[in-house]
Structures are given as C-alpha cells and as structure tokens.
C-alpha cells in the first residue's frame, strides 16, 4: 500500500500494530485516545492491512490521520532476535523501523518482542556514532517533583563497562532534559552502598568518569546510589547495567502487584472494613492513578539514529495511548538530534582527553 503521508505540520509515529499480547485492536483503540487528546499527531500502521482498515474505521477521531503499510508477517514473543534479524523483512515490526530509517516518521512504537525489536532497531537505525551499547530508560515512579525518575538500562544489555555506564549517564540526563522539562538533573549511579570505596571496580571507575564530565555536559553529580533512591528524591536518573536494571523493574512491578492484591483482601476482610474502603474510594483511586504502571508505559531505546519506544507486550489501550505520548513528546521536542548533539560532543572531549593525559605525563 503507498498511502500519502498525512499532512506535513502533524509529528508522525509509525506504530507496529501487530506485536502486543492483545493483538491490532487494542492498538487502534491506544491510538485513537491519542488522537482525540491531541489534534497533531499522525500515524503511519504497520501490519495486516484488512484487518486495519476495519479497525480503523470504527474509530471516526483518526479519519484522515492514517497510513497503512501492509505486511503480512509478525513478530512473536518466541522468536529469536537472530531470526528476525534474518527473515522479518516483511514484518510490521521492520516496516515499523523503516518509517523511520527513510524519515517518514519522527519515531516507532511496537508492543512487540523486545530483544528482536532492539535488534531490528541496531541493524535498520545504526547506533549514534560514540555509542557502544544502547539502553532502555523507563520512567519510575518516584517521590521527586516531576512524579517520576528515569533509570537506565533497564534490559538492552546486562554488560556494562565504565564508559558505557557513563554514557548512560549522559543520555540518561538529555532525557531527563527532553523529556521532562529538568534543566540540570541530577545523576545517581546504582551501587550497594553510597561510600566512594565500595561496589565493584567498574563502577569505581564510571563514578569517576561521570563525576569529571558533569559540569561539561550540565548535569549535577550526586555519586552512588541505593536500591532505596530508586523511587526516591535523591536523584533523578539512575545509572546501572542492564542486568540489575531489568531485576529491579520487575521486582518493582511484582511488589506492586502484591501491594494491590493485600489492599484489596484487607478492605474484604470485615463489613467495617469494606465500609472504610467505600469512604476511602478517593483516596484509593488517586493512588491507584498515582503508581498506574500503564502511565508511563513506554521504554526508550536509547543511543540510536531515531526514537523508538517499546510498550508493555500486555499493554492496553490506555498504555498503548502512553507510549505514543512519550514518542510525541520527545520528537516535539527534537531529542533526537540533541542526543545525537551531546554524545558526539561528549565523544570528541574525551578523546581529547585521552590525548591529553600523555602529554602530561611527559
């Protein structure tokens, strides 16, 4: 299908339609909420078109804000990254990254497989010149006064060097900059405690590193953080390697499943405590709202040449319609290129750098 482009003033995402637990419809519905919320946004949707067009068209708030592109394959949660990578040409996935490899779009969103779509985004997008390993940053709720902190990565690698974490470090605040409108934020580094002596001897190093490149690239220093800080207001990005980043998102989200769960059969528990839980009903549901996971739904891969934002393979349309908004939001605001700007800057003055350090051992 070779649809035209909808019209040039609107920030277009393409959107793999096909790769979510819940299939195209929930999509279509996630959408559709964006689009009634916000008249200048686009979409261009990937996946089988037949069944797009009928979805579609239920939905009168996205008449005219559509662009299919038929593919007739999918990505499933059980396929390998490898595979993909040699024979997803014709998934929506791919078709996804390509809309935006050719510039069609301003970023990508899928539900999809996570380790092929971060291994689709490497071969289609390139990593930024100066970046070895891409993240994922996510947002967590937290007691700073923006809600949320970003911590990063969350899952793209479990291996992290000195300088990758720095490097973290530096995408991490240029999020935060972008994303959420923190001029200065300030950088924590995950460790097992705060004293400069302890953690291992990469994070010895990155504590170094990150703590020379501050002032450069704008961002406050604040030196090693706990597992504690995470949701707390002692930083506003966490740095750490993908593996203990990805433990502790889950260990997140299954405590506060088990928070829910106990709330719930507390107030059943008695006619006096089911009468407390009606009165609390405000209350409850602003807390509810407050730690919704599906509010800031939506993983930024981040260290590529282009914006790509994984949802929650089980996302509904609520959290689908998230993750469109912090793909949005960050081509609004040309994060893109800013990151592309500050990693290759960054680069340049630690090669710099490196040069000097001989000559003044001399």
Known sequence: MTDQPTPSDRIIISVDAMGGDSGPAVVVAGIAKSADKNP??????????????????????????????????????????????????????????ESVR??????????GNTGALMALSMIRLRKLPGVNRPAIAILWPSRNPQGFNVMLDVGADVRADAKDLLQYALMGASYARNGMA??????????????????????????????????????????????SDIPGDTADVIVTDGFTGNV??????????????????????????????????????RLKKRIDPRRVNGGVFLGLNG??????????????????????????????????ARVASTAALAQDAAQAAPQQSQ
């Open 182 to 227: 923190l001029t200065r934020p300030r950088i924590g580094l995950l460790n097992v405690g705060t004293e400069e002596h302890k953690g291992r001897a990469e994070l010895k190093e990155a504590h170094a590193l990150i703590a020379d490149f501050a002032e450069q690239a704008n961002f406050d220093f604040v030196g090693f953080v706990e597992g």
């Open 307 to 340: 914006t790509v934002i994984k949802s929650h393979g089980g996302a509904d349309a609520t959290g689908v319609s998230a993750a469109v908004k912090l793909a949005f939001t960050l081509a609004e605001s040309g994060f893109s290129e800013k990151l592309a």
């Open 102 to 111: 050719a510039g069609e779009a301003h970023g990508a969103v899928s539900c």
């Open 248 to 285: 502790a998102i889950k260990t997140g989200e299954g405590t506060a499943s088990l928070i829910g769960d106990l709330l719930r059969q507390a107030f059943k528990f008695s006619p006096l405590s089911r009468l407390a839980s009606v009165l609390a009903i405000t209350s409850l549901n």
């Open 40 to 97: 200048k946004i686009g979409f261009i949707l990937h996946g089988q078109e037949s069944e797009l067009r009928k979805l579609v068209a239920k939905r009168r708030v996205l008449e005219g804000r559509v662009v299919f592109r038929d593919c007739p394959d999918v990505v499933t949660m059980e396929d390998r990254p490898s595979q993909v990578v040699r024979n997803g040409k014709q998934t929506s996935m791919w078709s996804a990254l």
